[in-house]
């Protein structure tokens, strides 16, 4: 499971795709479906297989490659299917042609044929689009189960929570702030402080209950606060009360929770202390989208002290 939606895409008409925006098309389409895009559009085979690698999602292409430049001829997708695939790539393919005349692809894996003379109405790239759009919809689908959205939320808050502590040393080195330190120990007092009364307060009870239902999360607190420290700072708008909401409150409520279905429904959710949090594709875009504006704001925070 990832954040990025990844297209590698070969046509030697690379200047119309880029010119009339059909790529920007496509690009938004997943940017609005809540991943960050990234397009690769290469002319020849030589770029395409010089690209070529297990981490994209989609591979759009047109069926007859013209390679009569290099003296070879003319290349029909079947043969790219079978080099691609004896590189033990097995990423969905998207083929397209506006002429037909093309050998059954159907039965392959993970392969989509797309005739545009035979759809009505639009252009040849509109009608390409539209379709990639399709196919995109539906591979989006398998990165939408339960269990791989928790790993994907606990991995990502868990990068940018190492680059805010990578923020912090740097900042630190560059400006020796007696606020964010202070910031960072007396938010460890506190912590620890109230930890130490409760727990002092729970054994004299004999409330182990309490003990192990109140798991600890101290550097995740500390970097927020020293964070947001900087951002005070510096003048900047301070996003990490949103960055706890979002972030960390979700992730401790997925790492916490317990995954279950009904079995009339198939409605699958997490149950949590606070209550039932239902999965479905909209709390997935919600999750994503939380992630990349976060991952942007941390980017543009740590640029802003690389300029100092």
């Given at each position: 499971?990832?954040i990025?939606y990844?297209?590698?895409?070969l046509?030697?008409k690379?200047?119309?795709?880029i010119?009339?925006?059909y790529?920007?098309?496509?690009?938004t389409?997943?940017?609005?479906?809540?991943?960050?895009p990234?397009?690769?559009i290469?002319?020849n085979?030589?770029?395409?297989?010089?690209?070529?690698n297990?981490s994209?999602?989609?591979?759009?292409?047109?069926?007859?490659?013209n390679?009569?430049?290099e003296g070879e001829?003319?290349?029909?997708?079947d043969?790219i299917?079978?080099?691609?695939r004896?590189?033990?790539?097995?990423?969905?393919?998207m083929f397209?042609?506006?002429?037909?005349?093309?050998k059954?692809?159907?039965?392959?894996?993970?392969?989509?044929f797309?005739?545009?003379?035979?759809?009505?109405?639009s252009?040849?790239y509109?009608?390409i689009?539209?379709k990639a759009?399709?196919?995109?919809t539906?591979?989006v689908?398998?990165?939408?189960?339960i269990?791989?959205?928790?790993?994907?939320?606990i991995?990502?808050?868990?990068?940018?929570?190492?680059?805010?502590?990578?923020?912090?040393?740097k900042y630190?080195?560059?400006k020796?702030?007696?606020?964010?330190?202070?910031?960072?120990?007396?938010?460890l007092i506190?912590?620890?402080?109230?930890k130490?009364?409760?727990?002092?307060?729970y054994k004299a009870?004999?409330?182990?209950?309490?003990?192990?239902?109140?798991?600890?999360?101290?550097?995740?607190a500390q970097?927020a606060?020293?964070i947001?420290?900087?951002l005070?700072?510096e003048?900047?708008?301070?996003?990490?009360?949103?960055?706890?909401?979002?972030?960390?409150?979700?992730?401790?409520?997925?790492?916490?929770?317990?995954?279950?279905?009904?079995?009339?429904?198939?409605i699958e959710?997490f149950?949590?202390k606070?209550?039932?949090?239902?999965?479905?594709?909209e709390?997935c875009?919600?999750i994503?989208?939380?992630?990349?504006k976060?991952?942007?704001?941390?980017?543009?925070l740590?640029?802003?002290?690389d300029?100092m």
């Amino acid at each position: 499971m990832k954040i990025e939606y990844s297209i590698l895409w070969l046509d030697d008409k690379k200047s119309d795709i880029i010119d009339d925006n059909y790529a920007e098309d496509i690009v938004t389409f997943i940017t609005e479906l809540g991943f960050e895009p990234i397009m690769n559009i290469v002319s020849n085979e030589e770029e395409f297989f010089k690209s070529l690698n297990d981490s994209y999602d989609l591979i759009l292409t047109d069926y007859h490659l013209n390679n009569e430049d290099e003296g070879e001829g003319e290349r029909n997708g079947d043969i790219i299917i079978q080099e691609v695939r004896e590189k033990n790539i097995f990423t969905e393919i998207m083929f397209y042609s506006a002429r037909g005349n093309v050998k059954d692809t159907n039965k392959k894996d993970r392969i989509t044929f797309v005739e545009t003379n035979r759809i009505p109405g639009s252009t040849h790239y509109e009608k390409i689009v539209e379709k990639a759009k399709e196919l995109i919809t539906l591979t989006v689908r398998k990165f939408q189960h339960i269990v791989p959205m928790r790993g994907l939320l606990i991995q990502e808050a868990s990068n940018l929570e190492n680059e805010m502590l990578e923020i912090i040393i740097k900042y630190l080195d560059k400006k020796n702030s007696v606020t964010v330190k202070n910031s960072i120990f007396d938010s460890l007092i506190s912590f620890f402080g109230e930890k130490a009364e409760k727990a002092t307060k729970y054994k004299a009870n004999d409330k182990i209950g309490k003990i192990l239902s109140d798991p600890l999360l101290i550097s995740s607190a500390q970097r927020a606060t020293a964070i947001s420290q900087i951002l005070e700072d510096e003048g900047k708008d301070n996003f990490i009360e949103d960055f706890k909401s979002e972030i960390i409150k979700m992730r401790n409520e997925f790492a916490h929770a317990k995954y279950l279905k009904d079995r009339d429904s198939g409605i699958e959710y997490f149950q949590t202390k606070k209550g039932d949090i239902v999965f479905d594709s909209e709390l997935c875009k919600a999750i994503r989208l939380n992630l990349i504006k976060h991952k942007k704001n941390i980017s543009d925070l740590d640029q802003s002290i690389d300029q100092m």
